[in-house]
């Protein structure tokens, strides 16, 4: 019988989920909400998720990693989410658990020697430069230019919502090569670079948000920086399509992050619903909170199993992108939904913020909007999947 998907985790793969949630325990709901409101990057959060290793779980072991795939990093993420660390966890080790694939996969063998192993060590903070002011979710339209000068290139530009900036050594840094008019295709024309965030000629400024505020999100201004050819990743010109090799890993990844935040926000609202008594009786009982909670129960389960097939495909070597587009759409759903029915479960309390569902409901729900918005996972589905006329 051909090895097919089956829903058992491996014994090892049970071991990376009950190792990291024995970890996450040390980090409770206080420390979170301590980081949140001091807006303070979660130092020894990710110190110790750095020391146990778990930094370079996808990065190959001949740069220092463990080499696993994408199943055991989801299992990673939803189990670091669901600790109550929420996107506050998950964004402060995003980058270095995933991130770095464009640069495994195509960058030059010195690069890779001088940044992975100090990522997976925890010691190279890094962060992801892709959205401009002016380009939205159409990134062919970005502007920010590297021009070609010698050995190096002089890079001009700004970039938008840049999380992590202000704690980051180097950038994986999106440019234009070629200006948008003169390529034939505009995905051409885009080329990518990690390399250091020179505060001589980067000003990076903190964006006042919603929320996941122990992680700065940034407008990073670029002012003739000069970045080495060695910085490159692959060759000139075809930087978004490298970006393309991470895109369907990179949403499955936020899909388990939603999920383990709606997971952890359903474990408080059952709590709270089994103790709260109001007109002589537990509020659970009533079946206007229940019912919700059941049903946030069955979409978290369902959304959890499209996940699971999308990275089983995808560690398998067979195409993903439906199921990485649709496990991000409704992962994304039922974690803002059962953070939402956790608020209302927990009436007048949902609203202060010691009751942590708050802070769940804020992070949750920038799962619908970034890294891609629902919309444009629709987009995908309806003219990728169902062959419908491109809108856009
Ligand atoms: C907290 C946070 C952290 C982030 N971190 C990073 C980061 O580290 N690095 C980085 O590069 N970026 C980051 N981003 C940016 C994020 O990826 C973008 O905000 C996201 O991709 C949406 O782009 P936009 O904000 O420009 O929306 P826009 O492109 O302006 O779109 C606005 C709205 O219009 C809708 N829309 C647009 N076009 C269509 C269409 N054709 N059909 C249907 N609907 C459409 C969109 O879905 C959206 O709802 C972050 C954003 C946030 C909020």
Redesign the pocket.
């Known amino acids: 019988m051909p090895e097919g998907m089956h829903f058992d985790l491996s014994e090892d793969q049970e071991l990376i989920r009950s190792s990291v949630a024995q970890l996450c325990r040390k980090f409770d709901d206080q420390y979170w909400m301590e980081k949140d409101q001091a807006h303070e990057f979660p130092t020894e959060f990710y110190r110790a998720i750095a020391d146990g290793g778990w930094l370079g779980i996808t990065i190959p072991e001949e740069y220092g990693g463990h080499g696993l795939g994408i199943t055991e990093a989801t299992l990673l993420a939803a189990e670091v989410s669901r600790s109550g660390g929420g996107m506050n966890a998950a964004s402060s080790i995003h980058m270095s658990i995933f991130g770095m694939q464009p640069v495994v996969l195509h960058g030059s063998e010195e690069l890779k020697r001088r940044t992975l192993p100090r990522i997976a060590a925890g010691d190279l903070h890094v962060?992801?430069?892709?959205?401009e002011p002016g380009?939205?979710?159409?990134t062919p339209r970005i502007t920010t230019s590297a021009r070609r000068d010698g050995d190096h290139y002089v890079v001009n530009g700004r970039?938008v919502?840049?999380?992590?900036a202000l704690e980051s050594e180097k950038i994986l840094l999106l440019t234009r090569t070629t200006p948008y008019d003169d390529v034939d295709r505009k995905t051409d024309g885009m080329t990518l670079f990690l390399t250091d965030l020179d505060r001589a000629h980067i000003d990076i400024r903190p964006i006042a948000?919603m929320g996941?505020n122990a992680v700065s999100?940034n407008e990073v201004f670029i002012d003739d920086l000069r970045i080495p050819v060695e910085d490159r990743v692959g060759e000139e010109g075809k930087g978004f399509r490298y970006l393309l090799d991470g895109l369907n890993p990179e949403r499955m990844l936020i899909a388990a992050e939603a999920l383990g935040l709606g997971r952890v926000a359903l474990d408080r609202a059952v709590r709270y619903a089994k103790e709260r008594v109001v007109f002589d009786r537990p509020i659970g009982r009533n079946q206007g909170i229940q019912f919700p909670l059941a049903d946030s129960l069955a979409q978290l389960d369902a959304a959890e199993l499209m996940l699971r097939k999308a990275t089983w495909l995808y560690d398998n070597g067979k195409p993903s992108g439906r199921e990485a587009n649709t496990a991000k759409y409704l992962c994304a759903d039922a974690g803002f939904t059962a953070a939402d029915r956790a608020l209302q479960t927990h009436g007048g309390m949902g609203y202060a913020e010691e009751y942590h569902v708050a802070r769940y409901f804020r992070e949750s729900r920038?799962m619908r909007?970034?890294?891609?918005?629902?919309?444009?996972i629709l987009?995908y589905l309806g003219t990728h999947a169902l062959g419908l006329p491109r809108?856009?």
């Open positions: 962060c992801f430069g892709v959205t380009a939205g979710l159409d970039k919502w840049i999380s992590k948000k996941r999100s920038v909007i970034a890294p891609v918005s629902q919309e444009m987009n809108s856009y």
